[in-house]
């Protein structure tokens, strides 16, 4: 059972498209993370949210976490072709520690 | 600064053998993380390590799976009798802490795991 949900698994746009991800979960964190994860490398981090409600903006990316903090999004305005790669949400849980649980990644493909 | 390293970056080993992989966190990091990735797909977690404190090891998939750290710094983790499904991406990660709304875990590029 996949403790977090990501949808859409897979998206391919047109640059200058906007596109949203969403990560879902039944249960409730008390923070989410977002990485992006290019071929050969590690996930780096983007974002941390932490309050239910929270929303960041990091550039022409935003992060929004769902009030019961059991969900969160991702909005990317303006696609570029730079922006291609493995998304990743993580949530973390008070009872357990800093383990991450992984939802399954969107692999998002910007074509110019 | 020197990020997270990994090595070897890729093996490929004959079903039923033992095979290491290892991990040199960032400089100072306490926390140390290991995560398998299937093609494509996210993480899972396997087992973390934080100071001198026993590991958490409630990812571990089998009694296959080990992992040590020795002098808070290196680790590697051991995978015994290897079979197919152990193919993958493994990751390794540090942290300064273990708080993870504010202790960022750094990843390394990963070793693939290639059982035949």
């Known amino acids: 059972t996949q403790l977090l949900e990501q949808s859409p698994q897979f998206l391919s746009i047109q640059e200058g498209e906007n596109l949203t991800v969403y990560c879902n979960s039944s249960?409730?964190?008390?923070?989410l993370q977002w990485y992006r994860q290019e071929p050969g490398e590690g996930p780096v981090l983007l974002v941390t949210?932490?309050?239910?409600?929270e929303v960041k903006k990091l550039k022409r990316l935003t992060f929004q976490f769902g009030d019961a903090r059991k969900d969160s999004s991702l909005h990317i305005t303006a696609a570029q072709p730079g922006d291609t790669g493995l998304y990743l949400c993580?949530?973390?849980?008070?009872?357990?520690?800093?383990?991450?649980?992984f939802g399954e990644g969107t692999q998002l493909t910007v074509n110019p | 600064g020197a990020g997270v390293s990994q090595s070897p970056s890729n093996k490929v080993t004959e079903k039923g053998k033992d095979v290491e992989l290892r991990c040199d966190p960032i400089?100072?990091?306490?926390?140390l993380y290991w995560y398998r990735q299937s093609l494509g797909q996210g993480l899972e977690f396997l087992i973390y390590?934080?100071?001198?404190?026993?590991?958490?090891k409630s990812g571990l998939p089998s009694d296959r799976f080990s992992a040590e750290r020795t002098g808070g710094s290196v680790s590697t983790l051991t995978i015994q009798r290897t079979q197919q499904e152990d193919s993958a991406v493994y990751l390794c990660?540090?942290?300064?802490?273990?708080?993870?709304?504010?202790?960022?875990?750094?990843f390394g590029p990963g070793t693939r795991l290639t059982v035949l």
């Open positions: 990660a540090s942290s300064k802490g273990l708080i993870a709304s504010t202790d960022t875990q750094y």
């Open positions: 249960s409730v964190f008390s923070s």
């Open positions: 949210v932490v309050t239910g409600g």
């Open positions: 993580a949530g973390a849980k008070e009872t357990s520690g800093s383990r991450l649980t």
């Open positions: 400089s100072g990091h306490t926390a």
């Open positions: 390590f934080q100071g001198n404190s026993a590991p958490d």
